[in-house]
């Protein structure tokens, strides 16, 4: 059995938009609601494609396969949204601070570190229970579950066969379960 993860195409929002911190929790939520920038896929369709729920990765697989099945627990690790001090930096900074933040156990309206890592495991447990007949399994999500996701399947013996593009737009990790 073989898996493949994306990372989902460039969204519209960009992390490059400067903000004030104390705007930083309605930046998250715009970008949560964002769509994707216009991409040609190269490749033939693919039959079946999981998705996030996000519209950033169900867009994206919509462009990738024929059928998309979402799935909420395929969602990004939820951002906190702290108000953050007025100054205005680009929003990819205030991001990693917040995730910092977050990876130091503060959390504000969303999941916890130790959550998302409990929901890594259930995602795995159930990519676990599908058939060794199934031959390959491709998931659209995010850069930073996606890391989880692969961490995880590591550390339950799964062989990682491509990780191109690192946690690039449209980056793909393709993994395969060790005999």
Not at 130 to 140: D, G, K
Request: aromatic fraction near 12%.
């Amino acid at each position: 059995m073989q898996i493949t993860l994306y990372r989902h195409a460039e969204p519209e929002v960009s992390g490059d938009e400067i903000i004030s911190g104390a705007k930083f929790a309605l930046w998250v939520k715009k970008y949560n609601a964002a769509g994707i920038k216009k991409f040609d896929w190269p490749e033939n369709k693919l039959d079946f494609v999981f998705s996030s729920n996000l519209p950033r990765s169900y867009e994206t697989a919509k462009v990738f396969g024929k059928v998309v099945k979402q799935h909420v627990i395929l969602r990004e690790a939820e951002v906190p949204l702290f108000s953050f001090p007025p100054i205005k930096l680009p929003a990819k900074y205030w991001l990693f601070l917040a995730r910092f933040l977050w990876f130091c156990g503060m959390q504000k309206d969303c999941e916890s570190f130790s959550a998302m890592q409990q929901r890594v495991k259930n995602i795995v447990d159930k990519i676990e229970e599908i058939p060794q007949e199934s031959e390959q399994l491709i998931i659209v999500g995010h850069g930073f579950i996606n890391r989880f996701i692969k961490k995880e399947l590591i550390k339950r013996n799964w062989l990682i066969k491509t990780d191109n593009r690192k946690n690039k737009y449209l980056g793909k990790i393709v993994i395969s379960k060790q005999l």
